[in-house]
């Protein structure tokens, strides 16, 4: 890699080796859930948007020290010299002082969201004054809801906090008392008063600490503690004995509940020397005692936002408004039995949460009842535990089709879902089977066979998300329909291939990890690279989740250096330094965190004239250790609108984008037009009109299009 002979002094503690220029992808994604936060705290956003923020930035932060924390403390231990050990020290204390302050801007933005939410009548109980109208509620609430969860321990000693599941919390009174909070017990209750416009949101950690006093005789506040533990696990399944796979997933997820102890939160009073005595008992850092951002139980404040009745979040500026979606004329329930006819002569581009996720469903659904179709094939990630999908398989199945889903059981913490819906499918007469070996299943295709007379068409669907009708009104995602013949014949390859737990390999138009795809993506970086030095216009446009392969970065900077430029949209964690004078000038990164989670994977090389879209994000994991399919966008419509319209409509957003600067750290897009541009709302726009004035318009279809219910 070629060195840049400057580094400002204030990038230095983000490098993982002193002098090379990578960010290290942790200390890099706490910058991203930084960018979760300030949403949190922007005035321009709802307040109830603001509330889900900062439940999802906690949230995250649970999660990252479950899997990323973890496997950094893992690597600390497996250290083999003293440089490596040395400089997975710094990032370790690096990474817990950052989350130290985080905890508390956390803090911070809760009493400004408290305030702001009394506008509306939504008030948050952090603290409650005693025999106020509050205090009497809370207390309510806790003899009816939590006393009765309560599970009363006598002797404690600081091994009573390592016998935890992770994630839950403990209530320490005395040396003789004790209390276990059940882990099912919800972390936030809230009761809403349709009829005054109000609501009150109380903490269990609030209600343990204000109202134990109701059952015990206390002369201090009890202190409350929360673990964390390591969560990951891998699994490698069998090829040959499928029957005993289920079994061997559900007793690996329960490790997961008794990993290593790597965060202990507290809130609450606790006798003096109690938290650092306990890390020593632990053997904990105490750099990983962490005092709670004003509650244990930020995360519960995402499922009071949800439950908000529409008609109490229709006040301006409380809540967003509905979505409109739209939906195209064959995929519609009273036109749909045409659809078949409308793909043999048309693809469909699908950008979701705008363009609805029914009309996934409708094909499956006109796919199930069609006497002509022979099969219906599937891959199956993460899916909603109350699917229509899996309900319209199971009805295909009953109809005598052949029906067959690959399902990836070890998809984090939906293992337990993906094992129920594994069972519903199998008792239908759905053929099931699972991923093999190391590899995660992936890839998001679902392939479609019908037979008419002598012809038979393959109609191939292809997704960068998950087939979850959830999800697909949260997160921003892309996906295809298609009957081209060369993405059919791929897609019955990879099925065939999979079915067989064989890796699959020569496809005609379809790329697919692990063996192909990270080569691929070099092979098209160094061919832009060379049609800059020809003197060719060069440009690179990547949309992903993470950036942190050290050959893709290494191969864009030199890239950069030839000439071409490149434009990134890394939602979250991003080990390349832009803008570093003789290493990456041509190189802008971005970030862009609104409403809806930004999921879709894009990579585009004009001067080859490629373009893929994934489920794939640019990160080891995704190259070489889970089973992806990158697929080409052929239709030049399609491809015209990709490239005139959509991505710049990401590049030229300048209200919640953020622009990562040569000093490492992330700051407001500036400069640009002058009218303000939000992508999201922009692309909102586009499918309410139908997409009118861009490549995607067809006038023959557009009479046929129609905006279903949100």
């Keep these: 890699m070629t060195e840049p002979k400057i580094f400002l002094p204030t990038l230095s503690y983000l490098l993982p080796k002193p002098g090379r220029p990578l960010i290290h992808r942790d200390l890099?994604?706490?910058?991203?859930?930084?960018?979760?936060?300030?949403?949190?705290?922007?005035?321009?956003?709802?307040?109830?948007?603001?509330?889900?923020?900062?439940?999802?930035?906690?949230?995250?932060?649970?999660?990252?020290?479950?899997?990323?924390?973890?496997?950094?403390?893992?690597?600390?231990?497996?250290?083999?010299?003293?440089?490596?050990?040395?400089?997975?020290?710094?990032?370790?204390?690096?990474?817990?002082?950052?989350?130290?302050?985080?905890?508390?801007?956390?803090?911070?933005?809760?009493?400004?969201?408290?305030?702001?939410?009394?506008?509306?009548?939504?008030?948050?109980?952090v603290r409650t004054q005693k025999d106020s109208p509050e205090f009497h509620q809370g207390r309510r609430i806790f003899e009816a809801k939590v006393l009765p969860q309560l599970v009363t321990k006598n002797e404690f000693s600081y091994g009573c906090i390592g016998e935890l599941s992770n994630l839950q919390l403990l209530v320490h009174i005395n040396k003789d008392l004790w209390f276990q909070i059940p882990r099912a017990t919800p972390?936030?209750?809230?009761?809403i008063d349709e009829t005054k416009d109000r609501m009150d949101v109380f903490f269990l950690d609030e209600l343990l600490s204000s109202h134990l006093d109701s059952m015990l005789p206390l002369?201090?506040?009890?202190?409350?503690?929360?673990?964390?533990?390591?969560?990951?696990?891998?699994?490698?399944?069998?090829?040959?004995?499928?029957?005993?796979?289920?079994?061997?997933?559900?007793?690996?997820?329960?490790?997961?509940?008794?990993?290593?102890?790597?965060?202990?939160q507290w809130n609450g009073s606790f006798p003096k020397d109690f938290l650092a005595e306990a890390c020593d008992q632990l053997k904990l850092d105490i750099r990983q005692c962490l005092r709670a951002p004003g509650t244990l139980c930020l995360n519960g404040l995402f499922g009071f936002v949800a439950?908000?009745?529409?008609?109490?979040?229709?006040?301006?500026?409380?809540?967003?408004?509905?979505?409109?979606?739209?939906?195209?004329?064959?995929?519609?329930?009273?036109?749909?039995?045409?659809?078949?006819?409308?793909?043999?002569?048309?693809?469909?581009?699908?950008?979701?949460?705008?363009?609805?996720?029914?009309?996934?469903?409708?094909?499956?659904?006109?796919?199930?009842?069609?006497?002509?179709?022979?099969?219906?094939?599937?891959?199956?990630?993460?899916?909603?535990?109350?699917s229509r999908i899996v309900e319209?398989?199971?009805?295909?199945?009953?109809?005598?089709?052949?029906?067959?889903?690959?399902?990836?059981?070890?998809?984090?913490?939906?293992?337990?879902?993906?094992?129920?819906?594994?069972?519903?499918?199998?008792?239908?007469?759905?053929?099931?089977?699972?991923?093999?070996?190391?590899?995660?299943?992936?890839?998001?295709?679902?392939?479609?066979?019908?037979?008419?007379?002598?012809?038979?068409?393959?109609?191939?669907?292809?997704?960068?998300?998950?087939?979850?009708?959830?999800?697909?009104?949260q997160y921003t995602d892309i996906s295809i329909f298609t009957s081209n013949a060369e993405i059919g014949d791929d897609a019955r390859h990879f099925f065939d291939s999979v079915y067989k737990k064989e890796v699959p390999t020569s496809f005609k138009q379809l790329v697919t990890a692990p063996i192909k795809l990270h080569a691929r993506m070099r092979t098209l970086i160094k061919a832009e690279t060379d049609a800059a030095k020809a003197g060719r216009p060069a440009r690179i446009v990547a949309k992903v989740n993470a950036l942190v392969d050290e050959k893709i970065i290494e191969d864009l900077y030199v890239a950069s250096q030839a000439g071409v430029k490149i434009d990134l949209i890394v939602r979250g964690a991003c080990s390349l330094i832009p803008g570093v004078k003789g290493l990456s000038d041509n190189i802008r990164v971005i970030s862009i965190v609104d409403r809806f989670l930004e999921h879709s994977r894009i990579y585009w090389f004009q001067s080859s004239g490629v373009m893929y879209l994934s489920s794939a994000d640019w990160m080891p994991r995704n190259f070489f250790s889970r089973l992806e399919i990158a697929f080409p966008v052929l239709d030049p419509r399609l491809y015209k609108f990709m490239t005139e319209v959509l991505i710049p409509g990401y590049l030229h957003d300048n209200t919640r984008a953020r622009k990562l600067t040569p000093r490492g750290v992330w700051a407001k897009v500036s400069g640009g037009p002058l009218v303000a541009h939000r992508a999201q709302w922009y692309f909102e726009e586009l499918a309410t009109g139908h997409y009118k004035?861009?490549?995607?318009?067809?006038?023959?279809?557009?009479?046929?299009?129609?905006?279903?219910?949100?």
Excluded: C
């Design 693 to 710: 004035n861009t490549p995607l318009f067809d006038q023959k279809l557009f009479k046929e299009w129609t905006q279903p219910k949100s």
């Design 392 to 473: 319209v398989l199971k009805q295909a199945a009953l109809a005598k089709k052949k029906v067959r889903v690959m399902l990836e059981l070890r998809a984090r913490f939906d293992e337990s879902n993906n094992l129920k819906v594994a069972e519903a499918l199998s008792k239908a007469g759905v053929e099931v089977k699972f991923g093999f070996g190391n590899l995660k299943l992936h890839a998001k295709v679902t392939l479609v066979t019908r037979k008419v007379g002598e012809k038979t068409t393959r109609f191939t669907h292809l997704s960068t998300g998950n087939y979850n009708a959830k999800t697909a009104r």
């Design 187 to 191: 972390a936030v209750f809230y009761e």
């Design 307 to 386: 439950s908000v009745p529409d008609r109490m979040g229709r006040r301006a500026g409380f809540q967003n408004p509905h979505l409109k979606i739209t939906m195209p004329g064959p995929f519609r329930e009273d036109r749909r039995k045409a659809l078949f006819e409308s793909l043999d002569h048309i693809d469909f581009l699908f950008h979701q949460p705008y363009d609805s996720f029914d009309a996934f469903i409708n094909w499956l659904k006109t796919a199930s009842e069609d006497p002509a179709v022979t099969m219906i094939e599937q891959t199956i990630y993460r899916t909603d535990s109350d």
């Design 219 to 264: 002369r201090d506040k009890p202190g409350i503690l929360r673990v964390t533990r390591d969560a990951d696990f891998t699994l490698d399944l069998p090829d040959n004995d499928t029957e005993s796979i289920p079994d061997l997933v559900q007793k690996n997820i329960s490790i997961r509940d008794k990993g290593r102890l790597v965060r202990l």
């Design 28 to 125: 890099s994604w706490i910058q991203f859930n930084d960018r979760v936060l300030a949403e949190a705290r922007s005035k321009s956003n709802p307040v109830l948007s603001r509330m889900k923020f900062l439940s999802i930035s906690a949230s995250n932060l649970d999660e990252f020290f479950m899997i990323r924390f973890a496997s950094l403390m893992r690597g600390l231990g497996a250290a083999k010299n003293d440089e490596s050990r040395e400089n997975l020290a710094r990032v370790h204390a690096t990474v817990l002082e950052s989350v130290r302050k985080f905890g508390v801007r956390q803090n911070k933005t809760l009493e400004i969201l408290r305030k702001a939410g009394e506008q509306y009548r939504v008030y948050l109980h």
